[in-house]
Nanobody
Framework: QVQLVESGGGLVQPGGSLRLSCAAS????????MGWFRQAPGKEREFVAR????????YYADPVKGRFTISRNNAKNTMYLQMNSLKPEDTAIYYC??????????????????WGQGTQVTVSS
């Protein structure tokens, strides 16, 4: 079965950076669009970014555009999220997700079929 494992979260000061990783197994990784979501306490899970199956196209939610960079290494079955200029409002649990097969522009939770367990990102001084 598909397994997605996030890592790289932690506590960082405002303005700092973190790099999240998502290691995938149990699927032909290069066949799927992959994405990052986040969920803050008391809020719904929200889309952050996605990357196309070959890594050539990316798309970002407005709140993170220009600060976050999504990428992937298909040889390593791994996806990344480089987060710069972090703000307290970026505090959330971050989840990686596998897009449904044949979905080329997924943005909704229901457009994704497998999820990691999440990694906590806290931005605070």
């Amino acid at each position: 079965q598909v397994q997605l494992v996030e890592s790289g979260g932690g506590l960082v000061q405002p303005g700092g950076s973190l790099r999240l990783s998502c290691a995938a197994s149990g699927l032909t990784f290069s066949n799927y669009v992959m994405g990052w979501f986040r969920q803050a306490p008391g809020k719904e899970r929200e889309f952050v970014a996605r990357v196309s199956s070959l890594g050539t196209t990316t798309y970002y939610a407005d709140p993170v555009k220009g600060r976050f960079t999504i990428s992937r290494n298909n040889a390593k079955n791994t996806m990344y999220l480089q987060m710069n200029s972090l703000k307290p409002e970026d505090t959330a649990i971050y989840y990686c997700a596998q897009g449904r097969y044949g979905y080329y522009s997924p943005v909704h939770v229901t457009d994704f079929e497998s999820w990691g367990q999440g990694t906590q990102v806290t931005v605070s001084s």
